[in-house]
């Protein structure tokens, strides 16, 4: 399957690299910084990144915001809401908002890859309001049911 997604540069951001997949078989786009001067995120801070761009999807398509495990891993930088979801309609600049869970200050400079953008297909789902649901095994067990380790 193949969907064409439009992508826009926002004014100002000629400079700032375009989303691209870092692997033949890599699912995610990185994503760039369009920051217009170094951001130091101490510990503990978040802040909502510029990328620079926007993008078109059709109808049954979502973009998802995830962390890169590189700068998780090293430094402790993470998206806050994770995943992020780009929705279809949706025509504003893509921002990422990470969070520096690390010991140490992070800055973040323009053209850094911040963040990865995976596409997903969204199924049409119809809610019913029942009087009464099936009945399975598990219930209403919620956390923790299944186990404790």
Known sequence: MSFDVQLKRMPGNEDVELPRKMSELASGFDLYAAVTQDIRLQPGERFLVPTGISIAMPAGLE???????????????????????????????????????????????????????VFQTVPVVNLLTVDELSDTARGAGGFGHTGTK
């Open 63 to 117: 973009a998802q915001i995830r962390p890169r495990s590189g700068l998780a891993l090293k430094h402790g930088i993470t998206c806050l809401n994770t995943p992020g979801t780009i929705d279809a309609d949706y025509r504003g600049e893509i921002k990422v908002l990470l969070i520096n869970l690390g010991h140490e200050a992070f800055t973040i400079t323009r053209n850094e890859r911040i963040a990865q953008m």
